[in-house]
């Protein structure tokens, strides 16, 4: 129980940071993603990313993964350490060919208690087969990640994410590729991790859904259209904007030349 | 039953094939994992490496095991960071750079050894069951503990790097260490191999296992079980064939390997025509 406590203790130190962006650019090759955004996602906050496809969602979220380098600006993770965020990746980036055992997967998700080395405990072992129950994924521990279908491999690693227990999650269209069924019980998990006061961040795409669950929603275009309290954010005001911002996009732009010029 | 034993009798058969077990058991994991990693062609190049490394290393030294296999160890080092590096450079299309790589190591260890006196080329290419010394045996024997230990640390991230590198680099690790610390593990099994085998074949003990190993097993550590055993087969088997019919050990041991996967092809438990041919599906 000592090392269970110590490490609520340590998510309690975790969370009193919030993610700071200030005028934070992304890029690939030189091509912005995320351009001069700057806003903050609170401590123990519940926010949905949404915009059109290319408005930088996932880059957003790498970036604050460490996963992808700041270009230009300040992306303040308050002191965080890698190993304290969570990240649901999307499921297409992973060798699902290799032949280990779900319950081996979800595991690994202890990688940063258990270190590289150390024998896996029995402990982090049953933490894992109770995560798989927790998604429905209960009977499946043996079988190799192959043989599973999308939507049962998204869960698996929801799993994982469950076992990792970092104080900020977050999760790249987590609820694409799965059932009604599934859908309501990941929410249900969203919505306990931001009862627990972690800080959830999800890229969603769909905005009833959003606007069902999620308090904060940043309107992502490359910069942000709308941040702030879901409502005020999803306005059809902001969504055309966001769209039109999506058709500008334009094949061969010139250097941005006013690094401050959409500073908050 | 006497031909099974008899070639056994001669102390260097001996040698041999307690220095073919003990590479049996730890090279081909790191098969395993070269063909999951889809690095068996990067291996062989490496395993080609190594050639100009023993050259140099029989020029300064004379004969000396210990100098060739040192030589071979950093050469084929070399060769893993320059793959490595060339995969950056072309992002993952380095195969026809790794085929220059390749022609240019072998044509250069052959050259540098037509050069050096006392020094039998066929020997270094193909191996020879002659040449396991107490040395070669010791050399055979050390490597394979450090490759199986080295392998049993590294384990867990390796896993990860080889099924979800992404995840291992939000964890704040660093997959190009792992990676390269197996590629060290590989060239270390190679080497070993090297006088025995012959630096065309050692990579074969460590990769026709593992290949065939897919056909028994669906897990990874079901595979890596069953891709031993089917090494530690062709040791025995193949040295047999080298003793009877007067082959190099590199050749016969390579070949028999190839004959069991051919047998795992046709009757193994996965993925084969047997299993193609009769698979009733499960009712639930």
Redesign the interface.
């Known amino acids: 129980m000592g090392a269970v406590s110590g490490r609520l203790a340590a998510r309690a130190a975790f969370v009193a940071a919030p993610i700071v962006l200030r005028n934070l650019t992304l890029t690939h090759e030189r091509r912005p993603a995320v351009h001069h955004l700057s806003g903050t996602f609170a401590p123990a906050s519940l926010t949905a990313i949404v915009g059109p496809n290319g408005a930088g969602k996932t880059t957003l979220l790498r970036a604050i ?3 992808h380098a700041v270009a230009e600006g300040v992306l303040d993770l308050g002191g965080l ?3 304290a ?1 969570g ?1 649901l ?1 999307q499921a297409s ?3 699902r ?5 779900c319950l ?2 979800v595991a ?1 998700g202890a ?2 208690r258990v270190g ?2 150390a024998r896996m405990p029995q402990a982090e072992l049953d933490r894992a087969a109770d995560a798989m129950a927790r998604v429905g994924m209960q009977g499946f521990e043996r079988r ?1 990640v192959g043989s599973l279908s999308a939507g049962q491999f998204q869960r698996v690693l929801f799993a ?1 994410l469950i076992v990792q227990d970092a104080p900020v999650m977050l999760l790249d269209e987590p609820t694409s590729a799965v059932d009604a069924r599934t859908e309501a019980a990941l929410l249900g998990l969203m919505h306990g991790w931001h009862e627990e006061g972690r800080t959830v961040i999800a890229v969603l795409h769909d905005l009833e859904l959003v606007a069902a669950h999620f308090p904060q929603t940043l309107l992502l275009a490359r910069e942000a259209v709308g941040w702030g309290r879901t409502g005020e954010v999803l306005t059809p005001e902001n969504r055309l904007r966001a769209r039109l911002a999506a058709e500008a996009w334009v094949e061969a732009p010139e250097i941005c030349d006013a690094p401050h010029s959409h500073a908050a | 039953m006497n031909w099974l034993v008899e070639p056994f009798a001669m102390g260097f058969m001996r040698r041999a094939l307690a220095g073919c077990i003990a590479l049996s058991v730890a090279g081909p994991p790191l098969g395993v994992f070269l063909v999951l990693r889809r690095l068996s062609l990067s291996a062989d190049v490496l395993q080609h490496g190594i050639l100009p490394g023993v050259a140099i290393g029989a020029a300064i030294g004379g004969a000396t095991l210990w100098v060739m296999g040192l030589g071979g160890f950093f050469a084929g080092l070399l060769v893993a960071l320059l793959g490595g590096a060339l995969a950056r450079a072309t992002a993952g299309r380095e195969d026809s750079q790794l085929a220059g790589v390749y022609l240019i190591a072998l044509a250069l260890g052959v050259a540098i050894i037509s050069q050096t006196r006392g020094v039998d080329l066929t020997h270094v290419l193909f191996g020879s069951v002659l040449g396991v010394t107490d040395e070669a045996l010791f050399l055979m024997a050390g490597v394979a503990s450090v490759a199986l230990i080295g392998l049993a640390v590294i384990w867990r991230p390796l896993v990860l790097e080889s099924f979800d590198p992404l995840f291992l680099r939000a964890l704040g690790g660093h997959g190009a260490w792992w990676h390269l610390g197996f590629m060290a593990l590989v060239v270390l099994c190679v080497v070993g191999g090297f006088s025995a085998l012959g630096t065309l074949m050692s990579l074969g003990l460590i990769i026709l296992p593992a290949v065939a190993a897919r056909h028994w097993a669906a897990e990874l550590a079901g595979q890596i079980r069953a891709s031993v055993a089917l090494a530690l087969a062709a040791s025995w088997l193949g040295l047999m064939l080298a003793y009877h019919v007067d082959l190099p050990a590199g050749p016969a041991i390579v070949l028999t390997a190839g004959g069991l996967w051919v047998a795992s092809l046709l009757a193994g438990s996965r993925d084969s025509l047997r299993a193609r041919l009769r698979r009733p599906h499960f009712s639930g």
């Open positions: 993964a460490g996963l350490p890698a190993r965020i990240l990746p980036a992973l060798d060919g290799f032949p280990v055992s081996d997967v690994l990688l940063g590289a080395f190799p994982r």
